[in-house]
Every structure is written in C-alpha cells, then in structure tokens.
C-alpha cells in the first residue's frame, strides 16, 4: 500500500525558512508521476502551493509562492521536498504532500487543484510568527 509520509514542519519567524519532506513509502521503485504540496490554514480551504511532474520535471506554483518556494524531488529516494523561503504569517497552516499516478500536473489546469490528486499524507504544521 502506497503512503505519504510528510516532515519538515514546525515553528518560525517572518523572514525565516523551512524545507518540508514527503517520502513515498511504497513498494514501487519511482515516485507517483505528479506530486504536489497544498496548504490549509484554519477554516479555509485546502489550495495547491506548488506541484511537479516527477518524470519531466514541469512545476507549477501560486501566485503568492512564486520566487519564495521551490518544489523538488529525489526520484531515486523517492522523496518530495519544498524549500520554504521568506516566510510569512499567512504562509501559516498544515501543509499536504498529494501524489497523483495520471500525470495531469502536467497540464495547468490540473496541476494546483485537489480533485487531481487521490493519495495524501497526513500533513505536517506550519507555524509562521510575525
């Protein structure tokens, strides 16, 4: 059974950083082709922060994340990161790792909503103090 397993979370100040990790604890050899990091602060919805396509290496990201994060991945430890930089308060939630094996990241249509990914992890907790 295939499960992702997000760390990397915790508590910082405005202006500081944070590197989240999702490993792909399954028995493939290689990552889901699409991979993503949502965010969902309280009482607000879920919204898609950044996504890559493992096999060609396309990204997408929000408005609000572009030029502060960047996603990557290690396909062979089968791992997704998301280096956080300049971190705000409203940057401020728990943050998702979703995984989608379709490859429709590719497409921008796609790549931020939720409805295209059918595994999640748990999340892990972002906390950004101003």
């Known amino acids: 059974q295939r499960q992702l397993v997000e760390s990397g979370g915790g508590s910082v100040q405005a202006g500081g950083s944070l590197r989240l990790s999702c490993v792909d604890r399954g028995s493939s050899t290689s990552l889901i082709n699409c991979m993503a990091w949502f965010r969902q602060a309280p009482g607000k919805e879920r919204e898609g922060v950044a996504s890559i396509w493992t096999a060609g290496g396309t990204t997408y990201y929000s408005d609000s994340e572009k030029g502060r994060f960047t996603i990557a991945r290690d396909n062979a430890k089968k791992t997704l990161y998301l280096e956080m930089n300049s971190l705000k308060p409203e940057d401020t939630g728990l943050y998702f790792c979703?995984?989608?094996?379709?490859?429709?990241?590719?497409?921008?249509?796609?790549?931020?909503?939720?409805?295209?990914?059918?595994?999640w992890g748990q999340g892990t907790q972002v906390t950004v103090s101003s």
């Open positions: 979703a995984g989608d094996p379709n490859g429709l990241c590719r497409f921008s249509d796609y790549a931020l909503q939720t409805h295209t990914y059918a595994l």
